[in-house]
């Protein structure tokens, strides 16, 4: 049976690369690709059961973790992370008129944020505009000789536009970290542990604590990162990436867990999974 991949579309966005990468790794044969309309649309495929599978951005080198996709792995913990690849991003300025008439950029707001510098210098007057992706603000540009969008060169195709400026991320090294996401947990090879976690008591230490335990058990931390409840005022939910190689790593995360646990309001395993560095044609 053919599986149904979400990511956020539509067709050209670095999401969809990665959905093609992430199910040639899954060896899944002649997969279904199913563009969603924003990042809620694309995990609720899978935690409702409308796709067998799906492809998000979970962290960028920039702008750090992507909220919508953190929040919903807490949200969904019958959700795993079954692989991840890491993607160099290089946006383009991209327009149907000329670089002195652009008075607005449209792009997703993970993109913007990334060029934020290289538009307060080459565009100040340049109002920002967020959409629901690159491809989304490639279509909205359309036939406009005052609005520019940001997005991969691949979309320049997209009404015959073309490319004003390339590259323009502020930093050089700007990549995404995108993950495979399903029901079912990840039985293979892994190199990386991703879990989180609400404490019982909000008190000096009890953070400490736990990340003790970490460093007791001999794991290197690749990411640490808070989030608020939404709870309460003061409530955090705690992101942790793990580095395991080898079969003992693997073990002793299950000590740490259960470890772990008794500190924890909440505990959720993201599961384990190979990420890797994949560079674009």
């Not at 956020?8 to 040639?24: D, F, R, V, W």
């Not at 492809?55 to 795993?80: H, M, Q, R, Y």
Request: proline share 5%; hydrophobic share 40%; charged share 20%.
């Amino acid at each position: 049976m053919r599986k149904q991949v979400a990511y956020l579309g539509p067709q050209g966005t670095y999401a969809e690369k990665a959905a093609n990468i992430l199910s040639k790794l899954a060896n899944f044969q002649t997969p279904i690709f199913v563009p969603c309309n924003g990042l809620q649309s694309v995990i609720k495929s899978i935690a409702y059961n409308n796709c067998d599978a799906a492809v998000v951005p979970i962290e960028n080198s920039v702008e750090g973790g992507v909220t919508a996709t953190l929040d919903a792995l807490w949200k969904f913990p019958e959700i795993f992370i079954n692989k991840a690849i890491v993607l160099p991003i290089k946006h383009a300025l991209i327009s149907d008129g000329e670089l002195s008439n652009i008075s607005e950029v449209l792009s997703h707001p993970q993109a913007l944020a990334q060029c934020a510098e290289w538009l307060s210098e080459n565009l100040p007057n340049a109002i920002p505009l967020p959409t629901n992706s690159t491809s989304e603000a490639v279509n909205m540009i359309k036939g406009s000789k005052f609005r520019a969008a940001i997005g991969s060169k691949s979309l320049i195709q997209i009404g015959g536009l073309k490319e004003l400026a390339f590259p323009i991320n502020d930093v050089p090294g700007n990549c995404t970290r995108f993950v495979l996401l399903s029901k079912e947990s990840n039985s293979n090879l892994a190199n990386i542990a991703s879990f989180a976690f609400s404490l019982i008591s909000n008190k000096p230490g009890a953070l400490l604590k736990a990340l003790n335990y970490i460093a007791d058990f001999g794991f290197n931390m690749s990411k640490i990162e808070s989030r608020p409840s939404k709870r309460e005022l003061g409530e955090y939910i705690i992101y942790v990436d793990l580095e395991i190689n080898n079969q003992n790593n693997t073990k002793n995360f299950l000590k740490l867990k259960n470890k772990l646990k008794p500190l924890c309001k909440n505990f959720v395993d993201f599961g384990n999974y190979f990420s890797e560095n994949v560079e674009l044609d």
